[in-house]
């Protein structure tokens, strides 16, 4: 608030990406943005309009700029800061977003840095062919980027004008429904400076060929091959591929003596992803490979096909798998085999991830409201990191079932988890909206995990493994308890009025129904039943709990770390078991005197608010309904 004034001001701190904050630039320093016009430059004999976009501004004399004001930070920058943010909203842009050229037709200051980088013009534009030889111009000696759809004839002429530049060209990618003879004989290169060629084609029934001949070498430079369309495989690839991609390749089996001829001869590849390919069958008698560079192997096939691909493969460097899985059979010695052949030593965090439904932000998708088996999925694995910091980068040895699962095979993989030597080492544990194993399914898990120290549950709430923890405590006299080095739980993004699932019956519309206890109400009961106090909890971005809970999470453990958010005064509602934590009186907690802390008196007033209000209302309806009637 300022003082004097009594007005209140508030101050929004945010953090933009590079190109959403050049993006602001550009709307201060340009009056209007540039009106796209039609042209037909593509097919001069035509009479007909094309649908091709040019911009009216000159090539060769920037715009007025009558908002241009030397003050701003972003004109105070150095060129060469000005410069890098160019190239990077550049290489941000996909095919279609041609939007970084603006970078040259801001102001004069602007223009005379971006001419000043060849590198940037390398990113050729094949909107109009003025734009692409303008580019091929200010890119003076630089490498050019091919980047485009050459189903469309005029973007298909000029991109063979540009292919025949092939020492100058060091990045192909071309998408395609059909790839006409043209395109592949000027594929056949040689490009002598390439080093990465993706081709996609979006067609069903296309099998564009590239050619690689062994004899011609086409592309001597040649790092990363991405080939994401049914071409058959590959038998001569470039011999220094670091990055090799075979998405959706041809069905058929090439064989493996083929596959590991051509495989082999890769010594220096880092990167394989072999997705829709018909990896070929292995036998006890067959040529093993070996990929002395590999550290990333991606494939998606069944368990047993991973198992015995992954057993024929000698990789001294691997550290990352990334397998997508079709069927849970035989998972079990598929992990024995993936986590036989580490050799770094064990990941030390675990992750268990649960899929449900093809739309998990939508309230009514939740699984009580949905059939059994309806479209579950699993993604488990290990991480070298912090698994609280887990992203898509860190999930160094994932295996990933995204076919709908049964209940049956959610509880074969689970079981299959539980074996695994690895174990043993764990201190980390995950566990990301997993609330289908009742009670029963965890001991064998829970045994094996004896270094614990972090539990993380968020999202859907994992309450079997809290009842599994309590009855533990509860029957066990002088056994060792579950997870004897427990520090820490972490509770993120978790409902605490959702039920613990202890038992899965169809079309549950109550979580009270389940178990007669929520979550926070479970683990309550686990924290007071621990031979001493756990030493930490953290609560962060919860909600649908009391203060007054808050308060007891306080008196069992020694340091509780919560943000504040999410705590919800008692409500009452029609149907008051769908907003179960709002109100005090369950099962569990209801006779703990240490939980008598919520006025009783407040509770009544809050009822006879909303009956009140409830009448209110339908009155007012009835009143208006009255008006219009009459």
């Not at 062919?129 to 490498?143: A, D, G, Q, V, Y």
């Not at 079932?401 to 174990?423: G, N, Q, Y």
Request: net charge negative.
């Amino acid at each position: 608030m300022r003082a004097g004034t009594g007005q209140n001001y508030k101050t929004t701190v945010t953090f933009a990406s590079p190109w959403s904050r050049i993006k602001k630039a550009f709307a201060r320093r340009r009056t209007a943005r540039p009106t796209l016009l039609i042209a037909n430059d593509y097919n001069s004999n035509s009479s007909s309009t094309s649908t091709e976009f040019v911009s009216p501004i000159s090539f060769d004399t920037p715009p007025v700029d009558r908002g241009h004001n030397e003050k701003l930070a972003i004109n105070r920058l150095p060129p060469e800061i000005l410069a890098e943010v160019f190239i990077v909203v550049c290489e941000a842009c996909d095919l279609s977003d041609h939007s970084w050229v603006f970078c040259s037709q801001v102001c004069s200051g602007w223009r005379e840095i971006a001419l000043d980088i060849p590198h940037l013009w390398g990113h050729v534009v094949f909107a109009t062919s003025e734009w692409t030889r303008r580019c091929i111009e200010r890119s003076k000696s630089s490498l050019l980027i091919v980047e485009a759809d050459v189903s469309f004839p005029f973007v298909r002429d000029r991109v063979c004008e540009v292919l025949k530049l092939a020492n100058r060209v060091g990045r192909i990618s071309i998408r395609c429904f059909f790839l006409d003879d043209q395109v592949t004989q000027l594929l056949g290169g040689p490009f002598p400076m390439l080093t990465t060629l993706c081709m996609e084609s979006y067609s069903p029934l296309a099998s564009p060929e590239i050619p690689l001949d062994p004899d011609i070498q086409p592309y001597p430079m040649l790092r990363n091959l991405q080939v994401r369309s049914n071409v058959a495989f590959l038998p001569h690839l470039p011999a220094r591929l670091v990055s090799l991609e075979i998405n959706n390749g041809d069905s058929e089996d090439v064989g493996w003596d083929t596959f590991a001829a051509a495989i082999q001869l890769l010594t220096e590849l880092e990167i394989l992803t072999l997705r829709g390919f018909a990896i070929p069958s292995t036998s006890a008698s067959i040529r093993r490979i070996s990929l002395p560079s590999l550290r990333e192997l991606h494939l998606s096939a069944s368990p047993a096909h991973c198992t015995q691909f992954i057993a024929a493969l000698e990789c001294p460097q691997i550290l990352r798998y990334d397998l997508d899985l079709w069927v849970a059979a035989e998972a079990g010695s598929m992990f024995q085999t993936v986590l036989r052949n580490l050799r770094r030593p064990p990941p030390k965090s675990m992750f268990l991830h649960r899929l449900y439904g093809t739309v998990g932000t939508d309230y009514y998708m939740s699984p009580n409201y949905m059939d059994v088996g309806f479209f579950q999925h699993v993604v488990f694995g290990f991480t070298y990191n912090d698994v609280r910091d887990l992203g898509v980068a860190t999930r160094d040895i994932c295996f990933c079932w995204r076919t709908p699962l049964t209940d049956s095979d959610l509880a074969e993989i689970f079981v299959a988890i539980s074996e695994i030597p690895l174990l043993d080492t764990v201190e980390c544990f995950l566990l990301v909206d997993w609330n289908t194993s009742p009670q029963g399914s965890w001991p064998a898990l829970l045994r094996r995990l004896v270094r614990l120290q972090t539990l993380v549950i968020s999202g859907l709430p994992a309450s079997g493994l809290l009842w599994d923890l309590v009855h533990e405590l509860e029957g066990s006299a002088g056994d060792p308890p579950f997870l004897p080095d427990l520090t820490e739980i972490e509770v993120n993004c978790v409902d605490c009025s959702a039920g613990g699932w202890v038992t899965r019956r169809p079309h549950v519309n109550s979580y009270i129904d389940l178990d007669g206890a929520r979550f926070l109400e479970v683990l309550i009961c686990y924290l007071e039943r621990r031979r001493a106090k756990l030493p930490k909890l953290k609560v962060s971005k919860c909600h649908n709990y009391s203060g007054a809970e808050i308060k007891l999470l306080r008196r069992l453990v020694k340091e509780v770390e919560w943000d504040g958010v999410g705590m919800t005064l008692p409500t009452y509602v029609p149907n008051g078991d769908e907003f179960g934590a709002l109100t005090i009186n369950h099962n569990v907690l209801s006779t703990r005197a240490s939980y008598q802390e919520l006025n009783l008196s407040d509770e009544e007033r809050w009822r006879k608010q909303h009956r009140a209000r409830s009448r209110t209302s339908q009155s007012n309806r009835l009143d208006r309904l009255y008006d219009v009637m009459t």
